[in-house]
């Protein structure tokens, strides 16, 4: 090669060098990576079984061009506990200087909540942390392709009504019939009130119906407080039977069955009405 055509090659390359970095260094001032923040933050369903959230994050492209979202990855901690992780991947194109919402819907359960963390079995609420990272498709050198962000606040822990018998009563007995009082023990374990709408039920001992019924109470109980249920029942022997009385002058524990819905209103606006089944049983001696 001649002198000249080398000396040329080489003044061309550097040259070509040079306009590289200057490329690359033009790029890196006048690309601007995108602005991510928290735009809201909801609970959008709730109930004593569980709690659903939805997360919106507003993105936004202040570049001449359009850019693309690949993917999303989050980490949801509780009590400063990592509870839930997940991925999403996103074909989501952000035109040039536009802004979009990305919404991450998560949906927790409060008995993998109380089974993760014992001690919120007794809590009311609990500290959440939301730690979110957005890829993008930004192929320039020393410019990070992932954006975290974080948010931090509080959640309601929710635990249904406790129901219970708390004791059968004989109240008087006669030749041809029986009254007696069955009491049952609601708990609100909550910190809101709630309203006892409406109460079916149905009571059975050693396996026959003792009982049956439709209560519209409107009884409210308060929060972190309880109330005694009496309901009376009458007895014919003519109908169910005079072996019964066997079982009343008995002193031996007899098998319970008390099942039913309760229709709930509460205080709390998000939760509305609530449609709570239960059925209970065990062992129960009558009361003289």
């Excluded at 039920?201 to 009982?211: K, P, R, S, V």
């Excluded at 308060?222 to 005079?242: H, M, T, V, W």
């Excluded at 002193?251 to 059925?279: C, I, T």
Aim: hydrophobic residues 40%; contains cysteine; positive net charge.
């Amino acid at each position: 090669m001649k002198k000249g055509t080398f000396l040329l090659c080489l003044v061309l390359f550097g040259i070509c060098i040079i306009g590289c970095a200057s490329v690359e260094e033009f790029i890196k001032k006048n690309i601007q990576l995108p602005k991510v923040a928290f735009s809201g933050a909801k609970i959008s369903g709730l109930s004593f079984d569980s709690l659903d959230l939805l997360f919106d994050l507003e993105v936004t492209n202040p570049n001449p061009a359009g850019i693309h979202l690949s993917e999303l990855d989050y980490d949801f901690l509780l009590n400063d506990s990592s509870f839930l992780k997940g991925k999403q991947e996103h074909g989501l194109e952000i035109k040039a200087r536009s802004t979009d919402i990305v919404q991450i819907p998560l949906s927790l359960n409060f008995v993998d909540i109380y089974n993760t963390f014992q001690g919120l079995k007794n809590q009311d609420s609990t500290t959440y942390e939301i730690n979110v990272g957005l890829s993008f498709n930004i192929q320039i050198p020393g410019v990070p392709k992932r954006i975290p962000i974080r948010k931090r606040g509080t959640l309601p822990l929710l635990k249904p009504p406790k129901i219970s018998v708390a004791s059968l009563k004989l109240k008087q007995l006669s030749l041809t019939g029986a009254d007696l009082s069955l009491n049952v023990k609601l708990m609100n374990p909550n910190a809101f009130d709630f309203i006892i709408k409406e109460m079916t039920y149905d009571f059975e001992i050693n396996g026959a119906q003792w009982l049956s019924g439709n209560s519209p109470d409107n009884l409210r109980i308060s929060a972190k407080d309880e109330s005694l249920l009496k309901f009376p029942i009458s007895l014919n022997f003519f109908q169910i039977g005079r072996s019964v009385v066997q079982l009343l002058n008995n002193d031996q524990p007899l098998e319970y069955r008390f099942k039913g819905v309760v229709n709930l209103d509460s205080s709390l606006p998000l939760l509305g009405a609530v449609h709570l089944p239960f059925d209970r049983s065990g062992r129960i001696q009558i009361k003289k």
